[in-house]
């Protein structure tokens, strides 16, 4: 959460002086090609129109946007510092995705032991750049701010620690990038946005796909013989854009009951409302489980449709299989991306599975009554998809 940055009277008023602000702090005006403003356009209008913030809310909204543009222009110049950034194509990336708390993150955190693998590092995402050696992070000014904003946040919301961890050294989600462009998801989950939830519906993430796609090989251009590990549960919706940047990836699409993994998302998105809005909790909370319910309903439906043009490039892997036998299941995946497992890598993540560190910071308790529906409601958009792949009570 980024207080640092004084809030306008009028978010939509003030598209000028977000590109000042910015271009002060990145030291340039390049935002790179303008098919970010419409995006940008809407979502100010919507923060006037929509939520219902608190003043410790509009600060926190605003330094959220700021720090997606400033992302964004950081790109655009590195980019411009380092001609030939984009001279290796990326190649076979293995690329996790599924519906949200299906065990994504557990498992991208569990591959990204392997040395082998290269990944999108949470203060990368935040101020994109080409990889510096590790040992030299933390004298980098970028690294010590995405520090202090992981901290604020959990400050703040205290719960969203149990519930899903990031810190500015670890593998994070693509989806940082992809806001970016201000066609995304994730505009819709941090506070009330059903007027930028509507337009954001009817738009294409292509020109936000290419952005991204630029973004993965600036970071990874000191590097670009490594393999590439990513992850982002909105893949989901978008299978099509993704293997139209890459051709040749290797998905895992996880999957879990859904009665169970989206009242956990709701839970995980409702841990800022109190800090973000006034009021309204309850009210929220059922409006956005329905909403998740339909927009995940959909993503699988998408993305069966997407499979069917690509057979043998996606591999399901089961929540409960992954929690019953978790080196079971790395070694299904290591098969199907033609890749062995060294002896000190199969250590490294048998010490990783015996530690659980995704339990370590307390249990994320949530229960779908409280957001006014029942698991029959939540299941039945996903009758087929559940049959096809056993998640009755997974």
């Not at 294409?204 to 000191?222: D, F, K, M």
């Not at 329905?290 to 927009?295: F, I, P, S, T, Y």
């Amino acid at each position: 959460m980024d207080l640092t940055y004084d809030p306008p009277a009028a978010f939509r008023h003030a598209l000028d002086e977000l590109h000042d602000t910015v271009a002060a702090e990145v030291g340039g005006d390049d935002f790179g090609p303008d098919d970010y403003l419409p995006g940008l356009k809407v979502l100010l209008q919507s923060m006037d129109y929509d939520p219902h913030f608190s003043e410790r809310g509009r600060r926190a909204a605003w330094g959220q946007v700021v720090g997606a543009l400033r992302g964004r222009a950081q790109a655009v110049r590195s980019m411009r510092e380092n001609p030939g950034f984009d001279a290796a194509p990326i190649t076979a990336p293995v690329v996790i995705t599924g519906v949200p708390r299906t065990g994504t993150t557990a498992l991208h955190r569990l591959l990204a032991v392997d040395a082998r693998f290269q990944g999108l590092q949470t203060w990368l995402l935040d101020s994109p750049m080409p990889r510096p050696p590790q040992d030299t992070w933390s004298s980098y000014p970028q690294f010590q701010k995405s520090v202090a904003v992981v901290e604020a946040r959990y400050a703040a919301a205290p719960g969203k620690r149990a519930a899903h961890h990031v810190a500015a050294e670890e593998v994070h989600e693509c989806c940082m990038l992809l806001r970016q462009s201000f066609v995304s998801n994730l505009w819709s989950c941090g506070w009330t946005a059903p007027t930028y939830d509507a337009w954001w519906q009817c738009q294409s993430e292509q020109p936000a796909y290419a952005h991204y796609y630029r973004c993965v090989q600036l970071i990874g251009s000191t590097e670009p013989e490594r393999r590439w590990l990513l992850k982002n549960p909105g893949h989901l919706h978008h299978l099509d854009l993704l293997f139209a940047i890459f051709p040749d990836a290797k998905v895992i699409q996880t999957h879990r009951d859904p009665a169970r993994a989206i009242p956990s998302l709701v839970s995980l998105l409702m841990q800022s409302h109190p800090v973000m809005e006034e009021g309204r909790a309850e009210q929220r909370g059922a409006i956005m489980l329905r909403r998740e319910v339909a927009k995940w309903a959909d993503a699988v439906a998408r993305a069966d449709k997407v499979r069917a043009a690509h057979p043998g490039k996606v591999l399901d892997v089961r929540h409960s299989d992954f929690h019953r036998d978790p080196m079971r299941v790395v070694e299904e995946i290591y098969a199907f991306i033609g890749m062995d497992i060294p002896q000190d890598t199969r250590a490294a993540l048998a010490q990783r599975i015996a530690e659980k560190p995704e339990l370590a910071r307390g249990e994320h308790r949530y229960d779908i009554a409280d957001y006014g529906m029942t698991r029959e409601e939540a299941r039945a958009p996903f009758a087929d998809y559940m049959q096809r792949h056993g998640l009755a009570g997974n």
